[in-house]
Structure formats: C-alpha cells, structure tokens
C-alpha cells in the first residue's frame, strides 16, 4: 500500500527557511514524480513543485521559483522540499503526491493518485 508522510511544518519568521520531507512507503520511488501541492484558507491546491525520479527533472510555480528546491533521496525514499526566504504569502498546508510510471512533471493535482496528510508552514513575524 502506498504511504506518504509529509514532516517538517511550522511557525517560521518572513526571511526564515523550512525543509519539508515527505516520506513514501510501501513502494520505491523509482519511475514516479512527486509533487508538493500548497492550500491555504479559503484557496484551491496549488502545485508548487515537482520532480520526476527518472530524471531528476523539476517544475516550480512562478511564486516559489528560486526559493524553494526539490531534491530526493532515492536511498531514504524520501522527497525534500527545501523553503528559504518564505513570505506570509506562502502559508498553507503543503501536500506531497505520487503520480506513477510518469516521464514528466506536472502541477496539476489531479494527475496524482496518492497523497500525504499534510503539513502545516505558517509564516508569520
């Protein structure tokens, strides 16, 4: 069964940083991609960001795009999300989502099956 476990949520100042890992189970990730997905109040699921496990190939939304970095480790099986620089805007519950067998990112959610229960970023002075 597949399992995904977001960590690393909190109460950060605007400036600070934050790495979100999400933690798959129950299937390696090899041959999928992996999105972070954000919603806040009040606001539909957002893609953030993506990377494709057979390539290392990566998508990020305009708003985060050189502050935040996607990486993983593949002997972990673990998907990381490093924030810097967050902004009061970036508030949310963050998701991460698997997506099988797929070559390409994407940023929609429908196109992911599994999901985490998320995490809670909160970025407030």
């Known amino acids: 069964q597949e399992k995904l476990v977001e960590s690393g949520g909190g109460l950060v100042q605007p400036g600070g940083s934050l790495r979100l890992s999400c933690a798959a189970s129950?299937?390696?990730?090899?041959?999928?991609?992996i999105g972070w997905f954000r919603q806040a109040p009040g606001k539909g699921r957002e893609g953030v960001s993506c990377i494709v496990t057979t390539d290392n190939s990566t998508y990020y939304a305009d708003s985060v795009k050189g502050r935040f970095t996607i990486s993983m480790d593949t002997g972990k099986n673990i998907v990381y999300l490093q924030m810097t620089n967050l902004k009061p805007e970036d508030t949310a519950v963050y998701y991460c989502?698997?997506?099988?067998?797929?070559?390409?990112?994407?940023?929609?959610?429908?196109?992911?099956?599994?999901w985490g229960q998320g995490t809670q970023v909160t970025v407030s002075s």
């Open positions: 989502a698997a997506r099988p067998g797929s070559t390409t990112t994407s940023r929609t959610a429908a196109d992911f099956g599994s």
């Open positions: 129950g299937f390696s990730l090899d041959h999928y991609s």
